[in-house]
């Protein structure tokens, strides 16, 4: 539910279509779609069954409190109903074995056969950066934020990044990562974009989070699912580099502004399925290096109680350093199919 004090007439009279498809509105009082979504959230999140809901639903009602939903029912209508929520997204199948992106209604990839296709949501990046700059004040903090940061991160790339580029440019940071929730039925893996010059905590804040897509999914997506997915989301962001309009609220004008993603930020599962390699415990895990790695097999335990155990280790030595040079050249042999896959730790 997004609140703003700010009265958002200057903004409905624009007669430029920055917003293309869909309007990016930002509401003074929550719809009953809001509320059913905030109900949905906390109802998954706690963990609460149908009738809790039900429940809740009288309490906000008793309380007269406008636009509640009036049972769990309606929440679920309410919600059901996508076209009214003012989200510009679109829906695919992904081929969990080739990768081929399909429209969501497709069973089967017409390529090779295969029944397991995975959905995948992709969400506008740009109406989203163009909703946050819509709220007065968030143009402005971006724009002292960047000015710290020029100084306090000098010695930094990011520094480097911020005086390198003009002044109408800001960075993120894109997260991935599955959530599992206490419902069985509902596993996500969200892709999320965090700007940095918002500054800390308002960054973290659910309303500056940027969601580029979700892949609900009940197990962990494949390298091939994920690769798919971001080659999508990629060609987003290219359009949100290279710059787009917005309306600045803060300004009450349009101009140009440029996001340029610069850095990604997840655990290690997360990441090899980010950077397209085998995870951190395979043959030729070593982020660093080119060593295979061994087995060391190990027992814990006393008595009647030993376990057996192996785990693989990359012990130092002179080992070839895994080098941006090297890689290239791997996965380009990779692409012409001169080596097979996986090779050297990139699958
Ligand atoms: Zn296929
Ligand atoms: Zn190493």
Redesign the pocket.
């Given at each position: 539910v997004l609140h703003s004090s700010n009265c958002p007439t200057s903004y409905d009279n624009l007669s430029v279509n920055v917003f293309r498809d869909t309007d990016a509105t930002r509401r003074l009082n929550p719809t009953q779609q809001d509320i059913s979504a905030a109900t949905m959230v906390m109802k998954i999140r706690r963990s609460q069954n149908n009738r809790d809901i039900d429940r809740l639903c009288r309490f906000l009602n008793s309380l007269e409190v406008d636009n509640a939903p009036k049972s769990m029912k309606a929440v679920q209508k309410n919600l059901s109903r996508q076209e009214n929520l003012n989200i510009n997204w679109e829906s695919y199948k992904i081929?969990s074995?080739?990768g081929?992106t399909y429209p969501i209604k497709c069973s089967e990839?017409t390529?090779?056969k295969?029944k397991k296709l995975v959905e995948f949501y992709l969400y506008s990046i740009e109406n989203q950066l163009q909703h946050l700059l819509s709220t007065n004040g968030v143009y402005k903090s971006l724009q002292n934020e960047r000015k710290k940061n020029v100084e306090i991160f000098s010695q930094t790339t990011y520094g480097q990044i911020l005086k390198e580029t003009d002044e109408n440019s800001f960075t993120m940071i894109i997260n991935a990562d599955g959530v599992v929730t206490p419902n069985q039925n509902i596993s996500l893996w969200p892709f999320i974009l965090m700007i940095n010059e918002v500054p800390i905590p308002q960054r973290r804040y659910t309303e500056n989070i940027i969601i580029a897509g979700v892949i609900p999914a009940k197990v962990k997506p494949n390298n091939i699912v994920f690769e798919a997915c971001l080659d999508l989301i990629t060609e987003d962001l290219q359009l949100i580099e290279n710059g787009q309009q917005y309306y600045i609220s803060d300004l009450d004008a349009t101009d140009t502004l440029h996001f340029f993603t610069i850095a990604s930020c997840t655990d290690k599962p997360a990441e090899a399925l980010m950077e397209n390699v085998v995870v951190y415990n395979a043959e030729y895990g070593c982020p660093k290096c080119f060593t295979p790695g061994e087995i060391f097999h190990g027992e814990r335990g006393l008595g009647n109680k030993i376990k057996k155990f192996h785990i693989r280790v990359f012990p130092y030595g002179d080992i070839e350093d895994r080098t941006q040079d090297k890689c290239t050249e791997i996965v380009r042999d990779m692409e012409d199919e001169k080596l097979s896959k996986p090779r050297r730790g990139h699958s």
């Open positions: 081929c074995k080739c081929q990839c390529k090779c295969e």
